[in-house]
């Protein structure tokens, strides 16, 4: 009986319903062709939304106070960029191709159970993001609840947890409620969001762009300047160059977007074609990444020049600027469009995977709605307003392990399935991905090599670097363990 359905363009779909089970729910369920609908725009916004935020902005300054210079942390973040596009088009064509979302993706490689070990694992990831970013747009909130209200930095007397009042966690808590508010409004909010965000967003970054270039005389007197922003000063040899700033910060590059290139199906299962999830992926992340930091190095630059220090903190120089021309009007404005950043960013690349992870836990009983939910708790009980303080070491650290995950799941895709899944047998308990009780033992065993071997970096300073390039040895070697594992299982196979 012919349960599957392919259009002109490749993409799959079921003709049979599934039934609401431990293994499918509505949410879960393979997307049908007609509910494909976004395109090489609605794509390219995503990652327009996504890109502009305030990590971006401040990611180039650690580069550039660790003794790189500015085109040199340009440089490689756009490296970066356009190394964890190949995972993102690879895993985004599963995506669109059958219509799933990453739990049910996971499951070809790591079995129907299995499967949840990537999907926790990545989730756990944008818990910690959600909650640093539900932070960063609290804050912006506090700020314009104090320039409308004097009295709002008074409420709770002096009372204090962990260096915070009450206004602040306040401020958190109505930033908090706005996330989910798209939480509970589905994928189409967050798609139209994302939509209506990104032109805005793009055009703010360079009007602030053009701001700090007039202010000081031109583009080249910024650049000038910006070597002033280096703190660790020094000649470096070429080898030390590389294996103590560049690989690390590489590697904390692809770190940053390690995340989406795992459950980047989660949002190319409505895409319309491969080309509009190919395209759209290229045009907004190998732009607006690389342009938001630039502008982040430039008017960071500029802040020199005309406040003698340098205010890296965006949030921090919009409001001095608002103090400046004495306007109320634009600190509310500024401010404004920092929530907006900071929104756009959380809710695609921090809220959807966990969602999914979690209702992939028990589909009969948790939705996409209890998902997000659920997953915006945890984001307040990891206490963001801790983490911030760990940023380099954050993202070394989780993009070691999630690379070994990245590793196993692209080799199933591309060199064991070769770009071909059964997809109604995702959604069975005794099916071809069942494997052993569930579990996939090979993706287990290459998934603790690779992130052994990135953990082995820290044993001795002679191999240091397998940890600093934590998710390329992760990725590398869970790669190899898995494909030497299935050859093998296929030949030892009596069906072989």
């Keep these: 009986m012919k349960i599957e359905n392919k259009n002109a363009n490749g993409m799959v779909e079921l003709t049979e319903t599934l039934p609401v089970s431990h293994l499918s729910n509505a949410d879960i369920a393979p997307t049908p062709i007609k509910d494909r609908t976004w395109n090489v725009w609605h794509i390219a916004a995503l990652w327009v939304g996504m890109s502009v935020c305030i990590p971006t902005y401040m990611l180039a300054a650690s580069m550039i106070s660790a003794g790189m210079n500015w085109w040199q942390s340009l440089l490689t973040i756009l490296l970066g960029n356009v190394i964890v596009l190949i995972p993102l088009l690879l895993n985004g064509h599963a995506g669109t191709k059958y219509g799933i979302p990453f739990p049910v993706y996971a499951r070809a490689s790591f079995g129907i159970h299995g499967a949840h070990i ?78 209506l965000a990104a032109p805005f967003l793009l055009v703010t970054g360079l009007l602030l762009l053009f701001w700090a270039s007039v202010k000081v005389g031109g583009p080249g007197v910024i650049l000038a300047k910006s070597d002033e922003l280096i703190q660790a000063k020094g000649e470096r040899s070429l080898p030390d160059f590389i294996f103590k700033l560049f690989i690390p910060w590489l590697t904390a590059m692809v770190g940053f977007w ?64 608002a103090d400046d021309y004495n306007s109320p009007f634009l600190g509310i404005l500024v401010m404004a469009v920092l929530i907006l950043a900071t929104l756009s960013t959380n809710i695609a690349a921090n809220v959807v995977s966990p969602a999914n992870s979690i209702s992939n836990l028990a589909p009969q009983k948790i939705t996409f709605r209890r998902g997000g939910l659920m997953a915006g708790f945890i984001g307040i009980l990891i206490m963001p307003w801790k983490l911030l303080g760990m940023y380099l070491t954050w993202l070394i650290s989780y993009s070691g392990l999630l690379g070994a995950v990245g590793g196993v799941i692209v080799c199933d895709y591309l060199f064991i399935r070769r770009y071909q899944l059964n997809l109604a047998e995702l ?18 065993i290459a998934t603790a090599a690779g992130i052994l071997t990135a953990l082995g970096g820290k044993l001795h300073p002679g191999i240091s670097f397998l940890f600093d390039g934590a998710w390329f040895s992760a990725a590398i070697v869970s790669f190899g363990v898995y494909y030497m594992l299935m050859r093998a299982f296929e030949r030892a196979s009596p069906d072989s």
């Design 258 to 321: 390690a995340t989406l290139s795992l459950n980047i199906p989660d949002f190319t299962r409505y895409a319309r074609s491969q080309r509009d999830q190919a395209i759209g992926q290229g045009i907004g992340l190998l732009t607006t990444m690389p342009l938001f930091a630039f502008i982040g190095i430039a008017v960071t630059s500029a802040t020199l020049i005309l406040y003698g220090e340098a205010i890296w903190d965006p949030v921090v120089l919009l409001s001095r600027l």
């Design 427 to 444: 959604y069975r308990e005794r099916g071809e991905y069942a494997f052993s009780n569930g579990f996939n033992l090979s993706a287990v």
């Design 118 to 195: 990537p999907s926790l694992l990545r989730s756990l990831v944008a818990c910690g993001w959600f909650g640093i970013q539900t932070w960063i747009g609290g804050m912006a909130i506090h700020s314009i609840i104090s320039t409308l209200w004097a009295g709002w930095g008074q409420i709770g007397g002096g009372w204090q947890f962990m260096g915070y009042g009450l206004p602040h966690y306040t401020s958190f808590l109505i930033f908090w409620l706005i996330n989910m508010y798209f939480v509970w409004a589905g994928t189409n909010s967050i798609k139209w969001m994302e939509t």
